[in-house]
């Protein structure tokens, strides 16, 4: 036998403590953490006054049954709300009553098989079970409630009762409406509605419960994407009050920046100016014709701190919103037009990049500054244009020699680098829409493409790629701008489509930008260019935020964050504050090291992707109500999107988008060849192929759903090219009658 006394057990740190605590599954009580560190005797009441210190120190906190948790854990059981499904379709809720000071954390649902298919805001009693400091797994004990799920929609009654018309076009039927459930709706009114359980005439009912105002006005095109896509657009009180009692920035031991002659150079329409530039030689005689550049950002940290009213509500949105007529902000109006605008003559508040670089463009050096300057006057893209091509006005003309010419040499040595990289050059045309008095359309036209907008886009990418940079030689966080290259799946799938064009690409070729742009200028002076523009950009990864670096494919760069859109885009705000943090600039810097920057990235993907479709469904809306009062006349347009249901297209002059049914295409069974973007009439052997010039006659322009319907017109000469382009080329196994129903729309787009 073993006489040997026991060594004592070293008595637990209240750190050590508090990392068990935090690291368990579940809440612990004395017990358990007695256990876990061989505490007996004297050692537990030593214990037990330890955790009465750290409750009171509010380091932890005591529940039912005397069990412990930190601040911000959740319970053993908990009701939770369910609130979205992440990318890979697992199912996400949220608590329903959260006491922590942080964000909740990231709940996970776990779904049995065989059980219900939870909705949204369906609520839940679910056991909890820890997966990490900030991630649960629920699994689910019973549901509490359902949440009826709201629609859309224009009213349409007669007093004794009223229907509602949905907007979203994918709804299969309208709803009756009890009088008593109208709110007293008028005839045309947008409203919002909840189902209600039962049939009445065959049809289901619903009951109002927001009124939206008459949806004959313009601006309600708008409010039903802002609804449609559940973007919010009400700011709380706190916040709102925290921006109107902002003050100006005080200069303090900011760099006096007021004298530099920095100017903002923005659209005529833009309402918020939140970066300035400016450009001069570099005097170094070992930089022969390089440049010193300065970005001025405005300082949005300065204004919004972590975890207060305005960044709560900023991080919500995650982002501005665009519509046509109208923003929906990411901040409230007294600081997005305000104290964060840099409006010209006038002291702001910015965190400045100045940046060295050579006379090809590439960047040598850099460094951060908090500083105050003043705007020296306000162009728009057309004037700074017009004044590099000698059309000067009273406001650019006594700039030409110390601001705008310099400017323009900089950009000129961008260029060299941007050729030098090899950036995918792709051709995104957007559209632009004019409004009359009355707020109706007058005009869509292409936006134009200066080289005044391309120097801007060329000062902004430098400073993003300096911001990465500094953070990275910082040892701080940096929230990264990342585009992945594309999928072998999408690889292989372009190399056979192109291979039927007789374009090749080597089979297993690792993707670069260099490639597709050669495929690019191959196909830029034949009738394909458009079709393999298209195809190129729908091969491509979407572009996200995430706080592990893999580079910016589009862009040809090891290293990219966004810095330049705090105003607009809570990612640039966590850039500023991480910025602030590595170069010590004061207050306003990154608080809890970058611990949520996954989460963060992940949602912040997200709003970015509901803003954009919010965006496109609203063009699409005022497009269609630009168009309803030309139905039947014909347009010239392009195929860009090929299905079993019809063909996508987009029309020259407007660039409105619409359907051609199959069943209206000439009387045929038409294969859809997914791989070659093609329907071919196995009788006639008509081909209609994406990127296809084509007459199409608009016959129905519904404005409630934003939809539009044409049909295709043939002339004899037509249908013989048509025919004679689809001889000779290969079959697939996938027949389809004409009279599809119509699926859903999908148009490219990417952002860097």
């Not at 665009?322 to 109006?333: G, I, N, S, T």
């Not at 004899?716 to 000779?728: I, L, Q, R």
């Amino acid at each position: 036998m073993n006489d040997t006394p026991k060594k004592p057990v070293p008595f637990p740190t209240k750190e050590q403590i508090l990392e068990f605590i935090n690291e368990s599954p579940s809440t612990v009580g004395k017990r358990e953490i007695a256990r876990a560190f061989g505490l007996r005797g004297p050692d537990k009441i030593q214990l037990k006054k330890i955790l009465k210190q750290m409750e009171n120190d509010g380091k932890v906190g005591r529940g039912r049954q005397r069990r412990f948790a930190t601040p911000g854990s959740m319970p053993d059981v908990a009701v939770l709300e369910v609130s979205g499904i992440d990318e890979d379709g697992e199912l996400l809720a949220k608590p329903v009553s959260w006491q922590g000071d942080d964000r909740p954390p990231k709940i996970y649902v776990s779904q049995s098989s065989g059980r219900t298919a939870y909705g949204m805001r369906d609520r839940l009693l679910c056991r909890m079970r820890k997966v990490s400091a900030k991630e649960y797994e629920a699994q689910v004990i019973r549901q509490i409630s359902e949440a009826p799920s709201r629609i859309l929609g224009i009213y349409q009654g007669d007093g004794s009762q009223g229907r509602l018309i949905p907007t979203d076009r994918r709804a299969k039927s309208e709803f009756v409406i009890a009088k008593e459930n109208t709110m007293d709706a008028e005839n045309g009114e947008l409203v919002l509605c909840e189902p209600l359980p039962g049939r009445i005439y065959g049809l289901k009912p619903a009951r109002v419960v927001e009124r939206l105002g008459d949806s004959n006005q313009p601006k309600a095109v708008s409010l039903v994407c802002i609804h449609a896509h559940d973007i919010p657009n009400e700011f709380p009180a706190a916040a709102v009050e925290q921006a109107e009692n902002a003050k100006a920035v005080p200069l303090g031991k900011r760099v006096d920046l007021r004298e530099v002659p920095l100017v903002t150079i923005d659209g005529a329409d833009a309402r918020d100016y939140d970066d300035a530039v400016f450009a001069e030689p570099d005097t170094d005689p070992k930089n022969e014709g390089g440049w010193h550049i300065i970005v001025a950002i405005a300082d949005v940290a300065h204004y919004v701190r972590t975890n207060d009213e305005l960044d709560r509500s900023a991080y919500e949105r995650g982002n501005s919103v665009y519509f046509p007529d109208r923003v929906v902000p990411m901040l409230p109006e007294a600081l997005s037009n305000g104290w964060c605008s840099l409006v010209p003559n006038e002291d702001r508040g910015c965190l400045a990049a100045h940046m060295w670089i050579d006379a090809d463009g590439h960047l040598l050096r850099h460094k951060f500054v908090r500083g105050l300057m003043r705007s020296h006057a306000r162009l728009t893209y057309e004037q700074a244009q017009a004044a590099r091509d000698g059309q000067t006005d009273e406001i650019t003309a006594p700039l030409m020699e110390q601001v705008i010419n310099p400017l323009y040499g900089a950009y000129e040595s961008f260029l060299k680098y941007r050729e030098e990289r090899n950036v995918l050059e792709l051709d995104v045309p957007e559209r632009k829409m004019a409004f009359d008095d009355e707020g109706k359309v007058a005009s869509i036209d292409k936006r134009q493409r200066l080289d005044s907008h391309k120097l801007i886009e060329e000062f902004m990418i430098t400073a993003n790629v300096a911001a990465a940079e500094a953070l990275e030689q910082k040892s701080q966080p940096c929230m990264y701008r990342i585009h992945d290259a594309p999928g072998l799946e999408k690889m292989e799938a372009l190399r056979q489509f192109l291979g039927s064009l007789d374009i090749k690409i080597a089979k297993g070729q690792t993707p670069n930008p260099k490639i597709f742009n050669r495929i690019l200028a191959q196909a830029a002076e034949t009738d394909q260019s458009h079709m393999i523009n298209t195809i190129v950009l729908r091969s491509q990864a979407q572009a996200e935020y995430n706080p592990e670096n893999i580079g910016h494919f589009g862009l040809a760069l090891h290293r990219y964050a966004h810095f330049t859109s705090p105003i607009r885009r809570y990612s640039d705000l966590l850039v500023h504050r991480a910025l602030i943090k590595g170069y010590g600039l004061g207050e306003g810097g990154l608080e809890d090291g970058g611990k949520d920057f996954s989460d963060m990235g992940e949602h912040l993907s997200k709003t970015e992707r509901r803003a954009a479709a919010a965006e496109r469904d609203a063009m699409d809306r005022y497009t269609t109500l630009f168009m309803a009062d030309r139905v039947g006349a014909s347009f010239g347009a392009r195929i860009n999107g090929v299905t079993r249901f019809g063909l996508f297209i987009t029309l020259d002059e407007t660039g409105a988008d619409g359907l051609i049914p199959i069943r209206s295409l000439p009387g045929d069974f038409y294969d859809h060849d997914e791989d070659l973007h093609l329907l071919r009439g196995k009788r006639t052997g008509l081909v209609f192929r994406l990127g296809e010039r084509v007459e199409a006659k608009l016959i129905e322009a519904d404005v409630i759903t934003g939809g539009m319907v044409f049909n295709l017109v043939l002339k004899p000469e037509d249908v013989a090219k048509a025919a004679k382009s689809g001889s000779g080329e290969r079959r697939t196994k996938k027949g389809h009658r004409k009279g599809f129903k119509k699926g859903p729309k999908s148009r490219p787009r990417q952002r860097s």
